[in-house]
């Protein structure tokens, strides 16, 4: 019984660690399917919504770890961000909304739960957003020197927050609608 036991246990880390990458690589192709805007250096990615997936099918912890280990990948050099790879890409326009990746899925994932429930689902990833844009404003706004006005950090929301708002609330209604079909594909 102990050995079944163990095979199972060890079944279920090679499906987590599987899973795991799946969704940081599909972070990678969210990275490229993307396009930008003339008045800011912050494209719109695919990204946002492979985060708010991976938190609500994968939950808290391992979201957060399927996100270290993009971050992980694209600051060795592979080129797997919207702007490139390597640190120098982690320290341009962009680096917030990428270090805010993993705890974003954490939010989704905590909020969410394991139900699928849709409107704790669709919070969750409403959740998943804003903290995305917290850490994604505050490095933009320290990156851009807007700082110490009212009039210049209204400015840096406006190139960094305002002009996503209603593509990641879209995003993020598509990934808590396909979040119940992608957990019920992942337990089988």
């Not at 987590?16 to 690589?25: E, K, P």
């Amino acid at each position: 019984m102990k050995v079944r036991a163990i095979a199972l246990s060890r079944r279920r880390v090679a499906a987590d660690l599987a899973a795991m990458t799946l969704f940081a690589a599909l972070t990678a192709v969210g990275a490229r399917l993307s396009f930008h805007l003339s008045f800011t250096p912050v494209p719109v990615t695919g990204q946002v919504f492979c985060v708010l997936l991976a938190g609500a099918a994968l939950g808290p912890w391992l979201g957060f770890a399927s996100l270290v280990e993009y971050l992980v990948a694209g600051a060795a050099g592979l080129p797997i961000f919207a702007h490139g790879g390597g640190l120098a890409a982690m320290l341009g326009p962009t680096a917030g909304y990428l270090l805010g990746y993993p705890f974003a899925a954490m939010v989704v994932g905590l909020v969410s739960g394991r139900g699928n429930n849709r409107w704790r689902l669709l919070a969750g990833c409403g959740a998943g957003v804003v903290t995305i844009y917290v850490f994604g404003a505050s490095w933009f706004v320290l990156w851009s020197g807007f700082t110490g006005k009212q009039v210049a950090l209204m400015a840096a929301l406006g190139q960094s927050v305002f002009p996503f708002i209603a593509i990641d609330a879209a995003k993020a209604g598509l990934a808590a609608a396909v979040t119940p079909r992608v957990r019920r594909r992942l337990a089988s």
